[in-house]
């Protein structure tokens, strides 16, 4: 191992864990961690933000203690802001921001813990066989497990949980929840599964990760988590159910627009099953020579698509091209 500085921990490994759809009957019946995490959808927001170093007052962010919600995050920009060196300089250069930012004592434990942290990361690269990625759904959570229970031993229960619990409950929430979402079961039931869900990892209050959700994402999850009620309707019920749905994420006039959209959609939909059917009559017409039937499909091309002729006939010939 070179004497670089590697921010390895939280980054690659929850980015492993991420791309990984799960079947539910694969999980794992117990939790990574559970109950109330004191995390409000809030703090949940401030986590994503840009942590600025420079700023004044970043000893706020510990002042009951260095092990928070907070802390990772802190950590993870310190990294980024002293990367470019080998690693005794790098722990150098932290621990004189330490001193600078904050008090003596404060900047004392700070760096104490983030010394600990830096020699847990080169402990994961010192021993890769025994975290190896998962290599299918059926192992992430148990890896997640498996992992925060190393940093278990290696920081003390308390202080791992703390440290890590908000990313460990983040990407265990998305598992499950994933999990659950690709059952095939009806929307109400997986409702009812994902709030529990939500309760049995975040605590009484929820999961904040939902709370400030883009509405366009909200919305598409609702599609998916109604899959199997939407595909027994009929056509004018499904049309009503999508609209009571996006009526809860959209204002109205997104509403129409996306109506309008579908509108659209199925016009052409249905302008392409017309020139198919008619294109293979003229094909299978006898008599005909290849100019005459080039010419009459170019005509009807003309009569279906109208203006949109032009663009129609470079989808195709790329269509074509690609199937070469």
Known sequence: MNNRVIA??????????MIITLNRRDEPDSYVLRGDSGISPEEYRLYFKTLDLDSHGMERYFADSVVNHQTLRFFKALQSRFKQMGFDEHLEAIREYLQRTMNPAKAGEMFALYKKFADYERSLLS???????PA????????LNDLQNYRREFFGADTADRLFGFEVRTQE??????????ENSYGAEKETKISALGRDIWGESGSPFDAGRKPLDRYNEKLQMYAKDLGELDEDERKARIRAFRSEFFPEEIVRRLESIDS???????KDR???AREQEILSAPGL???ERKRIIESLQKEIFGDD???YRRREAIAAGAAH
């Open 264 to 270: 659209e959609i199925a016009s052409d939909i249905e």
């Open 274 to 276: 017309n020139y198919r």
């Open 127 to 133: 021993n890769p066989k025994r975290f190896r990625p």
């Open 309 to 311: 002729v032009e663009s």
């Open 173 to 182: 929430y998305k598992l499950r929840k994933a999990a659950v979402l690709n």
């Open 8 to 17: 390895l921990g939280g980054i690659a490994i929850f980015a492993i864990i």
């Open 289 to 291: 020579s290849d100019g």
């Open 136 to 143: 299918s759904g059926a192992d992430a959570l148990r890896y």
